[in-house]
């Protein structure tokens, strides 16, 4: 046999081989009473919504549990009615009195009773996990907590707090996911050494949301099964199947071919090619993160010098990062409450100019050349964006040393002050104004872990006006108070506010019904049908 | 009392093997600048939080205390509760290695099976044809990364001809409804008896244990290659030469059986690498296994997750080079 016979006989069992392969792969778009996401699921810890506090587990919360109000999911600054159908504040503005909604039952059958309600924030607060600085914002911890809630009968329970704060506010907290309710008979089934059904919650569900945790196996999926006694009927779709594709670009192979129906994470190139791909559509959705410098003002006595701050507001690139190195995933944006909050403020008054940046950093006698420690999260787009800073900065001689980091090591040294400046990006923890407000403008005596605090910059002042705002009950009013706030942080403060985030989802193009809002936690999947 | 002596002595090799691997792994992520508590509990968390994280996972003790204290848990089979899945290591192992040992496995055969072919016949004419195929093959297999070739090759089969599944272990179809009895998605697929599961998840398989085979090919041809060329030039080679054998006959009766030892070591050492290299390959082809698990523990300072990992990737090390210890062995016999 000759050498060409041998390779065509080769050659052709080569392909035989593939094309039999190809004949079991058959092709075909999802189940049609199946959703597919196709994301990354590494980050998720735990779907126990008193300790979950992951993209991934924040994202399915809203779809397991109801809280006692929710925001509405068209317009977020809206608060509803969820598990209690009606509330009255009590007189003296520090309680809050909640009827139960009647019907209301958990995917179990159980009916959702005040005990439910006092087991599921009580635990919130007694386990101490990531979420619970949000109910610790109403002044309950593990020792006051249990006299903080109370059944009045068997379709009232009224809360009560401590914090100075007000009605509204205390609503607000309750609709963040922590202050979802679980069912207190399923849970106490499971509970191990006292644990409060922690370890058995953070891989099921235990709600009376839309869907229940069929299965979850780390790395691998989360499957969510429609819960048929769901608040306003069945989910549309019998299955939500969340994969985890690790790698973006088999992410987005996998939307192209119909294999997923929605894809999360995907870069801005990526996002480019798909929206001239035919069968899918990009949803871009603003979200409420905001990416900003933070500036150590005890690292040196150049950082805690406010013209240096200042300095730093003019050599940031804004429409370059946003425009060309971001392409529509984040708008410029320089205040600390985002779009789409109440009070958020909307001008963009500052720009790169280099010279006055330099005739401001002269004329507080700065010395340049400066050498500044800039360590930044070691992904994208983080590090694109440090490198737009540095050369900007450059220009005036700033020289910021980019050291790439794992985040959690970024954040510890936040933690202790062991840094210069760094890029951060923040996420309202709850949809309301002081959740960034207590962040950013919030250290008497260095005593919280604020963010204002891993700044080093101590406020008392603005400490009280923001104290004030979330004690102020005219909506307008409190509107106006965080506009003055924001003003003052960007007139002098160790933070540059640069960007605003918007979050593009790629979705196949016969799927309606999908929601997604400006919070974290706003993914709605229960009226998705194809 | 010989087969007594011998199994004292490999379990004696593996615990000082392990105690050691656990001592270094140990030290390493403790002098990582990653914080385990600030990744468990995040940025925005209160200060009584963060120190409940830490008090939990005793990172608030001494170290050498940390340290007695993993030792004596892991002794007993326990190596704690993972700080990126929320689940025991000792589960989460035994869902993610099996994935792993399946892919490298079907991988290595294919690989050893070809580069072995390859390696032999590109020796028997060196400069030949062949023998350029070969090391343009070796070469590539070397020299090209392993995820863009991954990714290629999802590019070109999956989304341009549609001959192989895209990635994942199996189709959604089959993915929740098929039982996970053995971790190993053939066998629980051929044990469920549903029709086109088994063929489905062989479809799956194909692509990411082609790319790993590749990797594995490449080293083993060129190897190969090598140990038969020095061969060939050995006197015992020539004189059967000068006999009058043919060049297969050289190879296949007298050269082959002298190098079978080496040829076993070299593919041993790949299936070992494969065991605990194919991260990128799973996280191209979104497969759950150990090394994906172990990579995204190192980035979540997790250390249980990382030092069960270690331990277990450590003593399918050791089995594998007594295993290979024993065959050599065994070939050197059948010679003597």
């Given at each position: 046999m000759s050498l060409a016979q041998t390779r065509s006989r080769l050659l052709g069992a080569i392909f035989g081989a593939s094309l039999a392969l190809g004949a079991v792969a058959a092709h075909a778009d999802t189940p049609p009473n199946v959703l597919v996401v196709a994301q990354s699921i590494d980050d998720a810890v735990s779907f126990d919504p008193a300790e979950g506090f992951e993209l991934t587990t924040v994202q399915s919360f809203n779809n397991l549990y109801q809280r006692l109000v929710q925001t509405n999911r068209d317009d977020a600054t809206k608060i509803e009615p969820a598990l209690a159908s009606a509330w009255e504040a009590g007189a003296d503005g520090k309680s809050l009195t909640l009827a139960l909604d009647g019907k209301a039952a958990f995917a179990s059958g159980n009916p959702v009773r005040p005990e439910d309600v006092i087991f599921s924030l009580s635990r919130a607060v007694k386990l101490n996990k990531a979420p619970a600085f949000i109910l610790n914002e109403l002044g309950w911890t593990a020792e006051t907590v249990d006299k903080a809630i109370e059944k009045i009968d068997d379709s009232h329970v009224k809360l009560t707090w401590s914090a100075d704060v007000g009605p509204a506010f205390a609503l607000a907290i309750l609709t963040a996911p922590i202050a979802s309710v679980v069912d207190e008979k399923v849970v106490a089934a499971a509970v191990k050494d006292g644990d409060f059904g922690n370890d058995w919650l953070k891989t099921h569900s235990a709600g009376s949301g839309a869907f229940v945790i069929a299965t979850y196996t780390a790395h691998e999926a989360l499957v969510l099964q429609a819960n048929k006694r769901a608040p306003g009927g069945a989910p549309k779709l019998e299955n939500v199947i969340i994969r985890n594709v690790p790698d973006v670009g088999a992410r987005r192979l996998l939307i192209e071919q119909g294999d997923a129906d929605i894809a999360r994470g995907l870069s801005a190139d990526q996002i480019d090619a798909l929206t001239k791909v035919k069968g899918v559509k990009v949803l871009a959705v603003p979200s409420a993160r905001t990416d900003y410098l933070l500036i150590n003002s005890k690292a040196n006595a150049t950082l805690g010098n406010p013209a240096f701050w200042e300095a730093a507001r003019y050599l940031v690139d804004y429409e370059g990062i946003a425009k060309d190195l971001l392409r529509g995933q984040s708008q410029v944006h320089q205040a600390f409450l985002p779009v789409g909050f109440p009070g958020a403020l909307t001008d963009t008054p500052f720009k790169l100019d280099v010279e006055k940046a330099k005739k401001i950093l002269a004329d507080a006698k700065i010395a340049v050349p400066v050498k500044v420690e800039f360590p930044v999260f070691n992904d994208q787009p983080f590090l694109s964006i440090a490198q737009s800073l540095q050369s900007t900065f450059a220009k005036a001689g700033i020289d910021l040393d980019i050291q790439p980091g794992v985040a959690s090591d970024i954040y510890a040294k936040g933690r202790s002050g062991n840094y210069q400046v760094t890029l951060r990006y923040w996420i309202p923890d709850y949809f309301d104004p002081h959740s960034n407000a207590s962040a950013f403008a919030i250290n008497k005596d260095n005593s919280a872990n604020t963010v204002a605090k891993q700044a080093g910059w101590v406020i008392p002042k603005l400490t009280d006006e923001t104290l004030a705002a979330v004690k102020e009950q005219d909506p307008a009013k409190r509107a106006t108070l965080y506009q003055d706030l924001q003003r003052e942080v960007q007139k002098s403060s160790p933070y540059v506010f640069i960007l605003q985030g918007s979050d593009q989802v790629v979705l196949r193009d016969n799927l309606k019904g999908y929601k997604q809002g400006l919070n974290a936690d706003q993914v709605y999947y229960d009226r998705v049908e194809k | 009392?010989?087969?007594?002596?011998?199994?004292?002595?490999?379990?004696?090799?593996?615990?000082?093997?392990?105690?050691?691997?656990?001592?270094?792994?140990?030290?390493?992520?403790?002098?990582?600048?990653?914080?385990?508590?600030?990744?468990?509990?995040?940025?925005?968390?209160?200060?009584?939080?963060?120190?409940?994280?830490?008090?939990?996972?005793?990172?608030?003790?001494?170290?050498?205390?940390?340290?007695?204290?993993?030792?004596?848990?892991?002794?007993?089979?326990?190596?704690?509760?993972?700080?990126?899945?929320?689940?025991?290591?000792?589960?989460?192992?035994?869902?993610?290695?099996?994935?792993?040992?399946?892919?490298?496995?079907?991988?290595?055969?294919?690989?050893?099976?070809?580069?072995?072919?390859?390696?032999i016949f590109a020796a028997m004419r060196p400069g030949g044809v062949f023998d350029a195929v070969a090391r343009l093959i070796s070469l590539v297999?070397?020299?090209?990364?392993?995820?863009?070739?991954?990714?290629?090759?999802?590019?070109?089969?999956?989304?341009?001809?549609?001959?192989?599944?895209?990635?994942?272990?199996?189709?959604?179809?089959?993915?929740?409804?098929?039982?996970?009895?053995?971790?190993?998605?053939?066998?629980?697929?051929?044990?469920?008896?549903?029709?086109?599961?088994?063929?489905?998840?062989?479809?799956?398989?194909?692509?990411?244990?082609?790319?790993?085979?590749?990797?594995?090919?490449?080293?083993?041809?060129?190897?190969?290659?090598?140990?038969?060329?020095?061969?060939?030039?050995?006197?015992?080679?020539?004189?059967?030469?000068?006999?009058?054998?043919?060049?297969?006959?050289?190879?296949?009766?007298?050269v082959l059986p002298n190098i079978a030892g080496q040829l076993i070591t070299i593919c041993a050492l790949a299936y070992a690498s494969l065991l605990e290299g194919a991260v990128l390959t799973e996280t191209v082809f979104a497969w759950p296994g150990i090394g994906r698990y172990l990579t995204t523990a190192m980035f979540a300072g997790d250390m249980p997750a990382i030092l069960g990992g270690t331990i277990v990737i450590g003593a399918s090390f050791v089995l594998l080079n007594t295993l290979t210890d024993l065959a050599v062995g065994r070939t050197a016999r059948g010679r003597a």
């Open positions: - | 009392m010989h087969f007594v002596w011998v199994a004292l002595r490999w379990l004696i090799s593996l615990a000082l093997t392990l105690l050691g691997l656990v001592v270094v792994t140990f030290a390493m992520t403790r002098l990582s600048p990653v914080d385990p508590a600030t990744q468990m509990v995040g940025s925005h968390a209160s200060a009584s939080s963060y120190q409940a994280a830490r008090e939990a996972l005793g990172l608030d003790q001494p170290l050498p205390i940390q340290f007695l204290h993993y030792l004596r848990m892991a002794a007993s089979g326990d190596f704690g509760q993972s700080i990126s899945t929320g689940q025991p290591v000792a589960s989460d192992i035994a869902r993610t290695f099996p994935a792993t040992l399946e892919l490298a496995t079907v991988a290595i055969i294919m690989g050893a099976a070809l580069g072995l072919c390859l390696g297999g070397y020299s090209v990364p392993i995820f863009w070739l991954g990714l290629l090759m999802l590019l070109l089969f999956y989304a341009r001809l549609h001959w192989a599944p895209g990635p994942g272990r199996l189709d959604v179809l089959f993915q929740y409804t098929v039982p996970a009895r053995t971790g190993f998605v053939l066998l629980d697929t051929w044990l469920s008896g549903k029709p086109g599961a088994f063929r489905d998840a062989l479809a799956h398989l194909a692509l990411p244990a082609t790319v790993l085979m590749f990797y594995a090919l490449a080293g083993i041809a060129r190897l190969t290659r090598a140990l038969v060329l020095t061969e060939l030039g050995q006197e015992y080679a020539l004189t059967a030469y000068a006999k009058g054998a043919a060049v297969h006959r050289v190879v296949f009766v007298h």
